[in-house]
Nanobody, 121 residues
Framework: QVQLVESGGGLVQPGGSLTLVCVVS????????MAWYRQVPGKQRELVAA???????KYADSVQGRFTISRDSAKNTVYLQMNRFKPEDTGVYYC???????????????WGQGTQVTVSS
């Protein structure tokens, strides 16, 4: 069974930095894409950053130049380095992965449980 576990959220001041980490476990034999999404109460979950198995990364306009997504394929891990925080970055951050595993050998969407990031002085 595929599981995503996020860590690294917390309280940070405007202008500060945090790094989110998402570890994907399970009998995975192919990653299609990994990404980070953000959700605030009353709004839809929105894409923050995505990194495909090949090709270019993608960022929301609101985080372009401040956030960086990266992956360590050997460790089945994706990172989100977040710099120069703004109050509007507050939200629950969810890790997403589209993978094929031995138990479900077609590209399937999986989500982590979410980690809270609060930007406040």
């Amino acid at each position: 069974q595929v599981q995503l576990v996020e860590s690294g959220g917390g309280l940070v001041q405007p202008g500060g930095s945090l790094t989110l980490v998402c570890v994907v476990s399970g009998s995975i034999f192919r990653f299609a894409a990994m990404a980070w999404y953000r959700q605030v109460p009353g709004k839809q979950r929105e894409l923050v950053a995505a990194i495909p198995s090949s090709g270019s990364t993608k960022y929301a306009d609101s985080v372009q130049g401040r956030f960086t997504i990266s992956r360590d394929s050997a460790k089945n891990t994706v990172y989100l380095q977040m710099n120069r925080f703004k109050p509007e970055d507050t939200g629950v951050y969810y890790c997403y992965a589209q993978v094929a595993s031995t138990s479900l050998p077609v590209p399937t969407d999986y989500w982590g449980q979410g980690t809270q990031v609060t930007v406040s002085s």
